[in-house]
């Protein structure tokens, strides 16, 4: 018999495993030599990068809705710690120092998590759907995502009102899964972020234009059924485009999608086999 990791014996050695892991991930910060953003300010920046906003109520499968409406009390909250955050030359954003530890104490409610591949419940869910925003923001940009973590090789839900292609989502768990990028570039940045009630809004905004535009999309999507299981198979490309013209100087092959599928597939889904 295959011998069990310690994180895997009971959920107690799982707690300390994770715990353990946010305590080396403290360590690795206190005295490394990333410069953090941190500075916040009402004022924005004169130049939008790009926007973008989500539909924060979606229906997931079966999942209770009344975690997508504790969701949307966790974001409400969330995005309060974030907005405003000036990004300058040299620095770095990274979700959890921003939003810090999402307990019950502060507010954070029961929602949905995404834990060993399954959907589950757990205080502070949705936060995805904040990181999923910001990434797909930055890919518009010139900034440099320093730390990006998928799903990976899962597709758990079926499509509904799709808006960006699949694969560009990201996975997130406080704090040794983090979302972070690095402003490499010499323009300063800034977030801008809020909820209206039924959508996650954000803004990219900066001090000057980009030397660049970015265009994403998917090609080559299908599914497939391998040794009886179905998997989601794609690419997803980046193009970086010259504004004035608007020829594409570049296209960055940014994603590439083999993910089996976790739900019952519809009559009408179209399977290629083998």
Known sequence: MERKLFCEISPFTYRLSVEKGIMMRHLRDLFGKTRFARKRTEESQPVTVYSHKSLIRRRLGNVDMQLQENKASNLAL????????????????????????????????????????EPSKGIGGGMCQLSNLIHWMVLHSDLTISEHH??????????????IPFGTGTSISYNYLDYRF????????????????????????????????????????????????????????????????????ESQLIRTNHARVMYECPPDMIILEG
Request: charged letters at 25%; a neutral charge.
């Open 78 to 117: 969330a995005v309060k710690r974030i907005d405003g955050v000036i990004i300058r030359p040299g620095e770095t954003f990274s979700l959890w120092k921003m939003v810090g530890r999402t307990t019950k104490r502060k507010g954070y409610k029961e929602g949905l998590v995404i834990a060993k591949g």
């Open 150 to 163: 998928h799903h990976d090789g899962l597709d758990l839900f079926p499509d509904f009102g799709r808006q």
């Open 182 to 249: 690095t402003n490499n570039t010499d323009i300063t940045y800034q977030l801008r972020l809020w909820v209206n009630g039924e959508y996650l809004c954000g803004e990219l905004r900066a001090a000057d234009h980009q030397p660049h535009t970015f265009h994403i999309h998917a090609e080559n999507e299908f599914f497939s059924r391998e040794n009886g299981v179905v998997y989601r198979n794609g690419q997803v490309f980046r193009d970086v485009i010259e504004p004035n013209s608007g020829s594409v100087l």
